[in-house]
């Protein structure tokens, strides 16, 4: 059924709701993981994959440490590394390679909250094709 599932993080402790929430989804589905975390800071935003940052090695360590934390579980996990603007690039990466299931975590705004800071997992949702499964974080 959930062949790939594309799971984004943001780095933040709002991450830790959807990563134990896959953990049991893909272990009942016998999933693939794709972890997307996408830099936006202004290297990433400026210089793309050619940015270097501290910004972009804790991404990437980070990205690491989930993968093997699925990995020791025995979920094959791969994890990358996007630049720019978080919802666009989410969007470009499932139209390019696709998934069977996209899976965020939201921080829980509502209304105004969202126009003002930018909803991320409703602009997602709003422009893939595939499921999107979102969990709010406690």
Request: proline share 4%.
């Amino acid at each position: 059924m959930y062949n790939t599932i594309l799971v984004t993080l943001d780095g933040t402790p709002t991450d830790r709701a959807i990563i134990e929430h896959i953990k049991q989804l893909a272990k009942l589905a016998h999933s693939r993981l794709v972890l997307l975390h996408v830099a936006d800071g202004w290297a990433a935003r400026t210089y793309g994959q050619d940015a270097v940052s501290p910004e972009i090695a804790e991404d990437t360590a980070y990205l690491e440490k989930v993968r093997t934390e699925f990995e020791s579980l025995g979920i094959p996990a791969q994890a990358e590394l996007a630049y720019g603007e978080p919802a666009n690039e989410i969007i470009k990466w499932v139209r390019q390679k696709g998934c069977d299931l996209v899976a965020m975590s939201t921080h829980g705004h509502r209304l105004f909250a969202d126009v003002f800071l930018g909803a991320t997992a409703t602009r997602v949702r709003h422009s893939i094709d595939v499921p999107v499964l979102l969990l709010r974080a406690k």
